[in-house]
Nanobody
């Protein structure tokens, strides 16, 4: 069973930084074939894609976070990261890690990020 566990969320002031981590288990050596993504959902809004790394490709970002967020993956450790800089109040949301393998899609439980002074 594939499991994803996010960590690193918290309360940060505007302009601050946070680094989210997503620990995966159960994928084994097939992890390299998982397309990974970070999504977020703010209260009263739909879940939206923040950043994604396709299999064998480069990270791509939502326009709202370009230049501020950086997504990376460590296939050896089976980890995914989201470095978030210059955070804004509108970045406040629950952030979810996602992994897709062919028709299968896996989600973590989410981690809360709150940007407020």
């Amino acid at each position: 069973q594939v499991q994803l566990v996010e960590s690193g969320g918290g309360l940060v002031q505007p302009g601050g930084s946070l680094r989210l981590s997503c620990a995966t288990s159960g994928a084994g050596t097939l992890f390299v074939f998982y397309a990974m993504g970070w999504y977020r959902q703010a209260p009263g809004k739909q879940r939206e894609l923040v950043a994604a790394i396709p299999v064998g490709g480069s990270a791509r970002y939502a326009d709202s976070v370009k230049g501020r967020f950086t997504m990376s993956r460590d296939n050896a450790k089976r980890m995914v990261y989201l470095q978030m800089n210059s955070l804004k109040p509108e970045d406040t949301a629950v952030y979810y890690c996602n992994g897709d393998y062919y028709s299968r899609s896996y989600w973590g439980q989410g981690t809360q990020v709150t940007v407020s002074s």
